[in-house]
């Protein structure tokens, strides 16, 4: 009668990857604190989040979300965050064609050495910097369908489609989550 009985509380660990400078530890910052730092300093290592969402139908999704540096000497490192991981977004920035083509790297890793029912997500950042536009929301579009990927493009400075990228991910991913 409530929905009470029907609500579930489901537990998400997330891994973000992607180049340096893409803007993962922004996202993680604008949608656990609802904020945008332009001065927050450079992941070392990876660091670890938590946060809580309530969906529609009182589904609970509390998201263990571990944040990984993107720079080359942390790369031996990314296995062990994401092999235990439910959902792996991975990052772009829509100003930089580099840091697609590193994302197309990572889509690669997790397709070799991930777990097999890992669920993926294509983040194109930056999505405020129109005029810098560098890569075209088709491309993103593309590669996210050639791979089986969710597709969103994001800004964490204006906070566009951050809230969307964790709820609609879990919708995405409902039927292989646990
Ligand atoms: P990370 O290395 O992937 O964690 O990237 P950071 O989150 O540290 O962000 C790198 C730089 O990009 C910082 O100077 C941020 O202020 C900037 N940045 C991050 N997200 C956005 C965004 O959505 N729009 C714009 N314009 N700048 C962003
Ligand atoms: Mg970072």
Redesign the pocket.
């Known amino acids: 009668e409530n929905g009470v009985q029907d609500a579930k509380n489901l537990r998400v660990k997330l891994v973000l990857l ?10 993680v ?1 604008r949608f656990v604190r609802g904020l ?3 001065t ?4 070392v290592g990876a660091s670890f989040l938590s946060q809580t969402i309530a969906l529609q139908d009182s589904t609970t999704v509390k998201f263990e979300i571990w ?1 990984t ?2 720079q080359e000497r942390y790369a031996a490192l990314a296995p062990l965050y994401y092999r235990g991981a439910a959902v792996a977004v991975v ?1 772009y920035d829509i100003t930089s064609p580099e840091s697609f083509t590193k994302a197309q790297y990572w889509v690669k890793e997790l397709q070799k050495h991930g777990s097999p029912d890992i669920v993926m997500a294509l983040v194109g ?5 129109l005029d810098k536009r560098e890569v075209p929301v088709q491309d993103g579009i593309e590669c996210a369908e050639k791979n089986g990927m969710f597709f969103i493009e ?5 906070a566009d489609n951050i809230n969307e990228l964790f709820e609609d991910i879990v919708d995405y991913a409902s039927c292989k989550l646990p």
Do not use: M
């Open positions: 992607g180049d340096s400078g893409v803007g993962k530890s922004c996202i910052l945008f730092d332009p927050s300093k450079v992941t944040d540096a993107g990052v950042n930056k999505a405020d910097l994001t800004s964490a400075k204006t």
